[in-house]
């Protein structure tokens, strides 16, 4: 199988999977509530700039926005503008259903293409548990991407797995292995993701962004067991 059709097969597969979920909720329970890692993000922007970020004229990209929780939220509290992005047509049609005569498009696309967004015209991008599904070579794309979009003094809310002292992602890693260093094939989903360590993903950010801060979840274990899976929430800024 070649390079292109490897990957319209694992998009395919990925589009399947989510499409079930937000149909049915067979793994995992979507809320319409947004992320409480988000909100806490958005709070700490605040405290620092007001409402310079966080306003009616600045607009926000959800990089896999699902049912459109997190941009509903951050335009119903600060007027904000929104672009939701994600393959699955299930998702965006629940998105679209719950956020009529709010000021957000919705966009039926990969994030492993090119965005369909004109240069700096966005204020702040979300990739929130999204881009690990994506290979090493569409990530370094996907990130010149959302440097092409950032406005000069724009954001990046990241959120994704975190493998350090994550029992759980060394499992899979060693029972699941991937094409690729860190990655793993997901035992429900049958695609790849990647998981980061704080040391790989600061060296990923650095070319083009100042990290301001990294929240990182808690080691989480029952009975001696590994349980919840690690995350960390990145605050990036484009250099200038």
Sequence with gaps: MRKSQRSHHKAGKNEAFWNREYKAGEHLALSTNPS?????????????????YLNPLASVIDLGCGNGRNLIYLSQNFGMRGIGIDLSKQAIAQ???LSVE???????????????????????????????????????????EIKRVLRSDGWLFLKTFLRDEDEHAERLLKENPGSEAGSYIHPEIGVAEHVFTEAEITKTLEEDFIIHKINKSHRHSRDGRAGKRRSMSIYAQVKP
Aim: proline share 5%.
């Design 36 to 52: 409480e890692d988000l909100q806490k993000f958005i709070s700490w922007l605040e405290r620092l700039h007001g409402r310079k």
């Design 95 to 97: 998105a679209k259903s």
């Design 102 to 144: 709010l000021p957000i498009q919705y966009i039926v696309e990969s994030i492993a293409n090119p965005l369909p967004i004109a240069d700096t015209s966005q204020t702040l991008v979300l990739d929130m548990m999204t881009s690990h599904f994506l290979n090493n070579a569409e990530r370094a794309k996907l990130l010149k």
